[in-house]
């Protein structure tokens, strides 16, 4: 099995940092890319930011290009997310997920984390 766990989450001011952090583990042979999604209350779940993991190339969201910046440590599967600038509509659940994990020479999945909380206050 394949888990995912966030961390770095919090309460901050408007204009403030946080940097959060996705660690993967498991039976885990390779991960094409990972990324980060996020949900506010009373809305769906929308696409922050990608990275593949090989190449490094990396994709964001109108909404936060210029001000998050993902980056990832291949050696430890692990996956990152600085937020600066941060605003009160960035406020949501923040969740890692993982795509194409090669489990097995035959086997590949997606993967999804528990969430963190962020929250801007204005």
């Known amino acids: 099995q394949v888990q995912l766990v966030e961390s770095g989450g919090g309460l901050v001011q408007a204009g403030g940092s946080l940097r959060l952090s996705c660690a993967a583990s498991g039976s885990i042979l390779s991960i094409n890319a990972m990324g980060w999604y996020r949900q506010a209350p009373g809305k769906q779940r929308e696409w922050v930011a990608t990275i593949t993991m090989g190449t490094g190339n990396t994709n964001y969201a109108d909404s936060v290009k210029g001000r998050f910046t993902i980056s990832r440590d291949n050696a430890k599967n692990t996956v990152f997310l600085q937020m600066n600038s941060l605003k009160p509509e960035d406020t949501a659940v923040y969740y890692c997920?993982?795509?194409?994990?090669?489990?097995?020479?035959?086997?590949?999945?997606?993967?999804w984390g528990q969430g963190t909380q962020v929250t801007v206050s204005s």
């Open positions: 997920k993982a795509d194409r994990v090669r489990i097995s020479t035959w086997r590949t999945g997606a993967y």
